[in-house]
């Protein structure tokens, strides 16, 4: 934990802007990465917004699972947002210089469109859940205002907690180096810079932590338990594989976005790298949202028809 002693007044300065580093130690990879992640930026926001399209015009795809994987890829084109747009500019620019306004904007966003996508995928969850294990009651109990209800609370429920913790946060005092060795403005890289005693900051990430990306995780591994001891009570291997089809996708973006995020965030401050923590970094901000299209699509035969239909207009 990060308990220095606060240093006299005289010796403080107050930042009113940070520089991320970023990729500032690659200089020879700049144009290669700016190019790399303006068409993975691109590639993003296509394939996610065609599958947030197709989920709205496809009469098909006019149920509760895909309404909520509608929403969950408006999450995932929202939370990408957040960042690599900024690092691009960075990149271009090589003007790293960032606002301690904007820095907290970046950061509390980039937590609120997190914490959205966590409790998203535990809906879908708890979808899969009631339509495998109590498929006659399905349409009674996932009707359209609960559908609207387990959005809506997915999207602002933590909304409070994050801004109330993005203000305790950049209300601590900065002294010494306004250099975050990060490609965006993220919280341990943000506290590292801070003077003084931060140890109720970093049990409150710990806490927001447990609450948004660790509950649901349990949650949704209490759902796929129950889920696959029904599965495998089913008669035949064909409504095995049938049934196992509607959530292998949903299960294989769970288990590679809690992964990251739980090891991002839940293991121990004094386990931070910066080298670790971009490398984790990039993989739950950048690389999951480019896969999770192409994981939702290639295994899920009425978007593939949708997709066709789309294209054949």
């Not at 790399?36 to 009469?59: A, C, E, Q």
């Not at 690599?84 to 937590?111: D, E, H, K, W, Y």
Request: aromatic share 14%; charged share 15%; with cysteine.
């Amino acid at each position: 934990m990060n308990r220095q002693e606060k240093p006299p007044d005289e010796n403080l300065t107050e930042l009113l802007d940070f520089v991320l580093l970023g990729f500032a130690d690659m200089p020879h990879l700049r144009w290669f990465l700016f190019g790399l992640f303006l068409v993975i930026y691109i590639i993003i926001l296509m394939s996610n917004g065609t599958i947030f399209l197709i989920t709205k015009m496809d009469p098909a795809l006019q149920s509760p699972m895909y309404f909520f994987l509608a929403n969950f890829s408006f999450s995932e084109i929202c939370f990408v947002s957040a960042t690599l747009p900024r690092m691009l500019m960075n990149l271009g620019t090589q003007r790293r210089r960032i606002s301690l306004v904007a820095c907290a904007t970046q950061m509390c966003f980039g937590l609120i469109f997190g914490v959205a996508e966590c409790l998203l995928l535990a809906v879908m969850s708890y979808d899969r859940y009631v339509a495998i294990c109590n498929p006659l009651n399905y349409p009674l109990v996932m009707n359209h205002r609960v559908c609207i209800q387990l959005v809506t609370g997915s999207w602002t429920v933590g909304i409070p907690f994050l801004i109330e913790y993005t203000y305790q946060t950049f209300s601590l005092p900065f002294c010494g180096s306004n250099q975050i060795d990060h490609f965006f403005c993220d919280v341990f890289p943000i506290l590292k810079l801070a003077c003084g005693d931060t140890f109720v900051n970093e049990m409150l990430v710990y806490t927001v932590a447990v609450l948004f990306v660790m509950v649901p995780f349990l949650l949704i591994l209490g759902s796929y338990s129950k889920i696959i001891s029904i599965i495998l009570k089913l008669p035949s291997v064909t409504s095995q594989a049938k049934a196992f089809s509607t959530c292998s996708s949903h299960l294989m973006v769970v288990v590679l976005f809690f992964g990251s995020a739980i090891i991002t965030y839940l293991r121990p401050n004094t386990r931070h790298s910066d080298g670790t923590d971009k490398v984790l970094s990039l993989f739950y901000t950048i690389l999951m949202p480019k896969f999770n299209p192409m994981i939702y699509s290639l295994r899920n035969k009425e978007v593939i028809i949708a997709l066709r239909k789309l294209l054949c207009k």
